[in-house]
Nanobody
Framework: EVLESGGASVQSGESLTISCTMY????????LAWFRQAPGQGREEIVD?????????RSSVKGRFTASQKDVGGSLTFSLQMNAVKPEDTATYFC????????????????WGQGTQVTVSS
């Protein structure tokens, strides 16, 4: 199960952090990703991070968003620090994980969170 938290309504330029937690996480190879979907648009991947320590960011968020992971007692928390947010960052954000390989991508994910809403007003 992937449990997300942290979505909020903020002003342009502000910061917030969204997270997802996966309990009893034991995968030897995995890839974590954040996707987002704005109203009327398709779902896009914005960042992924694998346990081979490779991280990829979509250009529209690179330099503003930072992904991190933390393993505590067998539970893995995947966080996205969002700085200098813009109105175009408004979307539902989804956390997802591939528990078999180092590869992400919308068609490769095994588990998805329920989504958390981020709204940025100007």
């Amino acid at each position: 199960e992937v449990l997300e938290s942290g979505g909020a309504s903020v002003q342009s330029g502000e910061s917030l952090t969204i997270s997802c937690t996966m309990y009893e996480f034991t995968a030897a190879k995995y890839c974590l990703a954040w996707f987002r979907q704005a109203p009327g648009q398709g779902r896009e991947e914005i960042v992924d991070l694998d346990n081979n320590e490779e991280t990829w960011y979509r250009s529209s968020v690179k330099g503003r968003f930072t992904a991190s992971q933390k393993d505590v007692g067998g539970s893995l928390t995947f966080s996205l620090q969002m700085n200098a947010v813009k109105p175009e960052d408004t979307a539902t954000y989804f956390c997802a994980v591939n528990v078999e390989t180092y590869f992400c991508g919308a068609t490769n994910m095994d588990y998805w969170g329920q989504g958390t809403q981020v709204t940025v007003s100007s």
